[in-house]
């Protein structure tokens, strides 16, 4: 099991079977940076163009179709002392006849104070003087390539992951992708220093990222899942958000029954007592959501 440093020359907006920037083995661990949604890098100068470019691709040495590729977030470390985001909400989140009385949705700086674990407000209006946010660091767009070739823009998700802005991508979690292209190809990026459900509006910046991979030979999925300390979750990416929604229950359905042995009449009552769901991300293309369970009413860990 290796750790290696990886310094990115290159980005990319799409997903997909573009040629892998390294090859590491299964067990392996990556420290890499990741720029802003807009392409801007550590020192705020411009890498790459928009939307989400990605770091990657990354070569897993095993991985095949019908695996599934784990990634565990094991760091994200802010690299510079600023981010962005768009003031006030967005249009589609709130009643039509809103949207003409909302603010004009201006580019804002946040001043990131990693020693304090807090970002606020570089010039906050008069009703928010002092006041700041925590900083809780999570991966807005990560994934695999997606299967029959395709290259799908970082803008929007999909089964093979990308840009689902779900804020329980954070360190110590641990991601599962169903591979479709040999050696899996895993890209990331897209980190935001915090944001609440749904991206109404994320704090986009840069970020050292570490993570670790491993091959999960023989299984695989329909769409990605995860697991932190306490919960395992499903993530559902379409439009609209009923689809969405319906994708990551049926995930963990069947997840139930693969890993926990758990039939169709079991896992009802399960989710119908437990389930949680996330609203990840209702800004991009396809929107996102996540099923969550707790492993404490699961009958036995994973």
Known sequence: MTLHRFSPQSYFNTIGR???????????????????????????????????????PFHVEGAAPGDLLSVTIDSID???????TRQGLAGNVVDPDKVASLPAREKILWDIDRNGQSVSLRHAPPALKGWSVPLEPMIGCLGVAPDMGQFISTATSGPHGGNMDYRGVRAGVTLYFPVSEPGALFFLGDVHAAQGDGEIAGIETS?????????????????????????IFT????????????????????????????????????????????????????????????????????
């Open 207 to 231: 970020a050292e990222i570490q993570f670790t991979v491993r091959v999960v030979k023989g299984k695989t999925a329909a769409w990605p899942r995860g697991e932190d300390a306490d919960h």
């Open 235 to 302: 993530i559902g990416n379409a439009r609209p958000l009923d689809q969405a929604l319906q994708h990551a229950t049926t995930e963990m359905l069947n997840w139930l029954a693969e890993d926990f042995g758990l039939d169709h009449v079991a896992a009802g009552h399960v989710m119908a007592m437990f389930v949680r769901y996330d609203v990840a991300n209702v800004f991009n293309p396809a929107y996102s959501v996540a099923c969550r369970i707790p492993k404490s009413a699961l009958p036995q860990g994973i």
């Open 18 to 56: 573009h040629a892998a920037v390294l090859h590491i083995a299964d067990g392996d661990s990556v420290v890499t940076r990741t720029i802003d949604a807009h392409g801007a890098d550590a020192d705020e100068a411009q890498a790459a163009g928009e939307p989400n470019p990605m770091t990657g």
């Open 78 to 84: 802010m690299t510079r002392r600023q981010g962005w």
